[in-house]
């Protein structure tokens, strides 16, 4: 679970700046804008659970 | 997960980062944000391992319960709060994360208090 996330993110996140590249160069700016933010929604999708998991983890473990 | 495929883990995260923060640094914080739980979960397991062997030490020296838990949750506090502060200082917010770090030892102080006072009254008793 934990590896392929990462690899998961850096893909999307490659793949994101491929497609800006490419809608840039032939003319259309704003979707390439639309592009990085669905792309950051989608990865804010997968961390946000992972981050909240830590944090509910962290609170039974030190009992805050 | 040993100590080697910590590292390896954490190095391979650090590369992917730098890749992808040329471009776009929202990913690059994204990813270490994710290394760093992904080796807190792997780590998590021996702490609570860590937990309950002290907790058996104190019951063996009789220690009062509130003063392992007090300390126990100024750990996590700390853990808490430097990993939002260093989060903070590499995406190159410095004032955010010297906010949450001035409150994290608030909250430390807090937490402290009642030790201070059971202690100022043992030596008031002893000492009156």
């Not at chain 1, 490659?14 to 639309?34: D, M, N, P, W, Y």
């Not at chain 1, 509910?56 to 473990?61: A, F, N, R, S």
């Not at chain 2, 009062?64 to 709060?81: Q, S, W």
Request: net charge neutral.
């Amino acid at each position: 679970m934990s590896v392929n996330m990462i690899f998961k993110i850096a893909a999307v996140g490659i793949l994101v700046t491929i497609l800006g590249q490419v809608l840039k160069h032939s003319g259309r700016e704003e979707h390439a804008f639309l592009i990085s933010l669905a792309g950051l929604v989608l990865v804010l999708l997968w961390v946000v659970p992972y981050i909240y998991e830590l944090f509910t983890t962290v609170q039974t473990l030190f009992e805050l | 997960m040993n100590i080697v495929q910590l590292s390896l883990f954490a190095v391979a995260g650090v590369l992917l980062a730098i890749v992808v923060k040329k471009e776009r640094p929202e990913y690059g914080i994204l990813l270490s944000m994710v290394v760093c739980v992904c080796i807190f979960f792997s780590v998590a397991g021996r702490l609570s391992i860590l937990t309950e062997s002290v907790n058996r030490l104190r019951e063996l020296a009789a220690m009062d319960k509130g003063y392992f838990r007090t300390i126990l949750k100024m750990i996590g506090i700390t853990y808490v709060a430097q990993f939002a502060v260093n989060l903070c200082k590499d995406a190159g917010y410095a004032t955010i994360a010297a906010q949450i770090e001035m409150f994290s030892k608030l909250s430390i102080l807090l937490l402290a208090l009642p030790v201070i006072e059971a202690f100022l009254d043992l030596i008031l008793t002893v000492a009156a």
